[in-house]
């Protein structure tokens, strides 16, 4: 088969990091030629590191103009040599349906959708134009259970509505359990772009509530607006000494191996990557107790009501004073993660696209 996926760029988030593991699988051995298609094509590490593995990488333009509607025009050159397309994120899920309408493609669409919501649905107007998109696609993959329900209360129950569960190549990840039993200090680990559903407010809380020995790692970028207005944040709460800011980091599966607790505070998710990662590296994990992260981490981490920072500081003060609850919470995550594994997803996926190039086969 012949596959392109198209998305706006390969900036870090979720659904870009997805791909970097997910594409040179989807290759099945070099049965399958896999390509991507950028709106915004800037050179990342991500972009390189797909590049690296082997994936053909095409590029619309160097700007963040994702939703100009030129941009409909230029990709339908891209179109007509593959079997299937497969969008993600807004942008790429609108343009490329009508761009095949403008071209003699005749590929099969198929989509992800990547969030349990998102702002579109709250403005009855973009209603219609949701339907219309949506029933472009041969198959609309949800990346868990939640999202799949939330988008069928939002356009209705299709066949085309199905879930395959996000993965992670938990093998970078996987580290010892930590013994912290002779510990006096320790770091506290979220990874998670600086983002609207992102909830990085009430951990900074949460810390003021902890003794000074507990010590605060922010990982990941955002706007710069987003990013400034949460370092002020901490400056108004007192928590400057304590907390840091790292950006943007490449090696994740370091910071995670030497942090103590991990937390993902938000305010919704899809199905959180970096919960999966977190939770495979040999640290407990806590998170809100919301749509994405319950379905991943309940029975096995801990979650917290959403925005109780109080409960949250008490769940991580807990782990940390009683190392044989910190080590079994930790298995148990170790546990879970597996079941998340990138192999899985990448097998569902092929067999997906089978089913739709091939039915009768």
Known sequence: MR????????????????????????????KNQVDLLLINGVETAFKKAIQQAGIQVFSLSSTNDVYNPKNIFRMRTYLRNYDII?????????????????????????????????????????????????????????????????????????????????????????RSVKDISAQDSFVITMVAAIRAEKDHATLLKSLTHLPDNYRLQIVGGGEKVNCENLKAHCEELGLENRVVFMGVRQDIPDILEKSDILVLSSHWEGLSLSSIEGMASGRPFIASDVDGLREIVGGAGMLFPHGDDKELARQIQFLCEHPDEYREVARRCQDRARQYDISIMANNYLDLYHSLFNPKG
């Open 3 to 30: 596959i392109l996926h198209v998305i706006t760029s390969l900036y870090t988030g979720g659904a870009e990091h997805l791909l970097v593991d997910l594409l040179p699988l989807l290759k099945d051995n070099g």
């Open 86 to 174: 497969h969008t993600h994120n807004t942008a790429c899920q609108f343009f490329v349906p009508v761009a095949q309408l403008m071209t003699a493609s005749t590929a099969l669409l198929v989509t992800t959708e990547h969030s349990s919501s998102n702002r579109r649905r709250s403005s009855w107007w973009l209603k219609p134009i949701d339907c219309w998109m949506y029933n472009q696609y041969r198959a609309i993959i949800c990346i868990a259970d939640q999202p799949r329900k939330n988008l069928e209360a939002y356009i209705g129950k299709k066949p085309s509505l199905l879930t395959i569960n996000n993965g992670v190549n938990i093998q970078r990840f996987v």
